[in-house]
């Protein structure tokens, strides 16, 4: 009892084992799974790969069945809070197989007829031509990786301030933002400029940051997974949701998250309106978070 009364409200919603129901994350998960299993059983007789899809979800299932059981352990409640973040991985992961690894059309023609209709220009190939700058190049790449940082942080700070409710907030946010990007790669895949038009050259990629760029995009970029900007969307959701836990931490995430979003068109890894659409996904993510009940 004088544990109890200790503990922090957050902790104590760990701690203490209570009947287990679906949170929001976890019925999103299954929705998503449901919608690509039946995908995958579609296009599996012209890509037969997609049936592996077909078991692995299969598993995915039993996993969200195991860690919201009643009565869990230490270990599996800190699972059942982490668990979507991982999933997270292997779900980007299959796009390219749902995809045909790019064998499927694409919609970038129709992007970029949206892009001269509201620029008058393509800025993702024009941008760092007009104004190339290794200064610039040396921030806007660093910007780009900070992706990384911007959806990390958020949930280490506020685990360590013990905001429970918020880390499940966080993780909600982040979850809707990248399945949401994932069904338009899946149904209106669009390739994007990093894989439409040549690559940069010259001084403007000479420098450390642009090269770490390019060296983690050839091991683990999606073909299709341009509109909308997914980092966009992930980075402006956990901004806000670390807003919503933290001023501090939404304030600390707030720059690098407009400089990730300046440098995704200008570094030409995504159409100015794949940015758009990220931040418009980014908002009605977070949103939509703050309105669902996350303590179960």
Request: charged share 10%; hydrophobic share 55%.
């Amino acid at each position: 009892m004088a544990l109890t009364t200790m503990a922090s409200p957050a902790l104590a919603a760990i701690a203490v084992p209570t009947p287990a129901r679906l949170r929001p994350v976890e019925r999103l998960l299954l929705a998503y799974l449901a919608i690509v299993t039946l995908l995958a059983v579609v296009r599996a007789p012209d890509h037969p790969l997609c049936w592996w899809l077909v078991l692995s979800h299969a598993l995915a299932v039993v996993l969200i069945a195991l860690v919201t059981r009643p009565g869990l352990g230490p270990v599996g409640r800190v699972t059942r809070e982490i668990y979507p973040l991982i999933l997270l991985l292997a779900l980007y992961s299959e796009l390219d197989v749902l995809n045909a690894s790019g064998s499927l059309a694409v919609h970038d023609a129709a992007v970029q007829r949206w892009e001269l209709w509201l620029f008058g220009f393509e800025p993702s190939r024009e941008w760092w031509q007009r104004a190339p700058s290794r200064f610039w190049s040396t921030l806007m790449h660093g910007a780009y990786l900070s992706y990384y940082f911007i959806l990390s942080v958020p949930a280490v700070w506020l685990m360590l301030h013990r905001d429970l409710t918020a880390v499940r907030r966080f993780i909600l946010s982040v979850m809707i933002a990248f399945v949401s990007c994932y069904l338009f790669f899946l149904f209106y895949p669009v390739a994007g400029p990093y894989y439409t038009y040549p690559h940069p050259t010259g001084p403007f990629v000479d420098n450390a940051m642009a090269r770490m760029v390019y060296a983690a995009l050839a091991r683990g970029s999606s073909y299709g997974a341009a509109f909308p900007s997914s980092h966009v969307a992930a980075a402006l959701a956990a901004t806000i949701a670390g807003w919503h836990g933290s001023r501090r931490l939404g304030l600390l995430l707030l720059v690098p998250t407009i400089l990730l979003t300046v440098s995704v068109v200008y570094c030409q890894m995504h159409y100015a309106v794949d940015a758009i659409g990220g931040v418009l996904v980014g908002v009605l993510a977070a949103a939509a978070a703050a309105r669902l009940r996350t303590e179960a």
